[in-house]
């Protein structure tokens, strides 16, 4: 299978050489207390006219303290989605944010906070990444934002349009957005009624669901909605390898790096 440093897209090559049934891994990621949070699956896909459906199994939920050990957990993975910017603009607004927070809508949109632009990435203080930020796009970063930034420089410093063929970046309201038939969650993920919410979503995709979560709390490493998000970023990154997914916006820009500034958005489940 084509890894990183190669030049050709592996999401594709799978379907060159499975004619009659299709099985792959992908994986989840996202942020949480002790670094990043991995949901590893195997995606089983019978291709014949009596049974088109598929079979997500969770392989394992791991927790590594830097973005290269996700990289070297995920060696195996067709694709790798994870719940952080990739690809930083100049100067204005990404708009591929623009675009999820016009899909999600109302109270959720606000979920999707503004990637910082890339010179933030060299603040070391939140003061001194506001005035960067005021200065090159006329807006000051936001708190949430200033936290992610050392996860985003983690990945930003690896990334590469090489790379980003296997590494994608998702928004975990998106692709609830999705699984809800288009509709965004009624409640915050924080909350434990909208963490019950997004559960009734995943049940029918991972029919160990209630155990996966059971376990994941046990830890303080990890949130109560970090397992859920890492679950539907994993499960957004199989919609993409079986072609059910598309991007946000669907002719992204790219940034200064050359990396594609992009949301991938499932197709509803079905």
């Not at 939140?126 to 200033?146: D, M, N, R, V």
């Not at 994608?168 to 909350?191: C, D, G, Q, Y």
């Amino acid at each position: 299978m084509n890894r990183q440093g190669t030049d050709e897209n592996p999401v594709k090559s799978i379907f060159n050489t499975v004619s009659t049934s299709l099985s792959f891994q992908v994986a989840g990621v996202d942020g949480c207390k002790a670094g990043w949070l991995v949901a590893i699956i195997s995606v089983t896909k019978k291709d014949n006219r009596t049974d088109t459906s598929c079979v997500y199994d969770l392989k394992c939920v791991l927790v590594t303290s830097t973005f290269a050990e996700v990289l070297s957990k995920t060696a195996d993975c067709e694709l790798v989605c994870v719940d952080i910017p990739i690809g930083l603009s100049d100067r204005k607004r990404r708009e591929c944010d623009l675009a999820a927070r016009k899909v999600l809508g109302g109270q959720r949109a606000s979920s999707v906070f503004p990637a910082p632009i890339r010179l933030c990435l060299l603040a070391k203080d939140y003061k001194t990444a506001c005035e960067i930020s005021f200065e090159h796009s006329g807006k000051k970063l936001s708190w949430q934002s200033f936290f992610l930034l050392d996860k985003i420089r983690q990945v930003d410093d690896l990334m590469s349009p090489v790379l980003q063929q296997r590494v994608r970046e998702i928004h975990p309201e998106v692709s609830f957005w999705a699984l809800k038939n288009k509709k965004p969650m009624r409640h915050k993920k924080t909350r434990l009624i909208g963490r019950k919410e997004r559960m009734k979503l995943l049940a029918p995709i991972f029919s160990e669901l209630e155990r996966i979560v059971a376990e994941a709390r046990k830890s303080k490493e990890v949130a109560p909605d970090d397992i859920l998000d890492a679950l539907v970023a994993a499960w957004t990154a199989g919609q993409m390898v079986l072609g059910k997914a598309e991007t946000l916006p669907k002719n992204p820009e790219l940034d200064s790096e050359g990396l594609r500034m992009e949301i991938l958005c499932p197709a509803s489940y079905n």
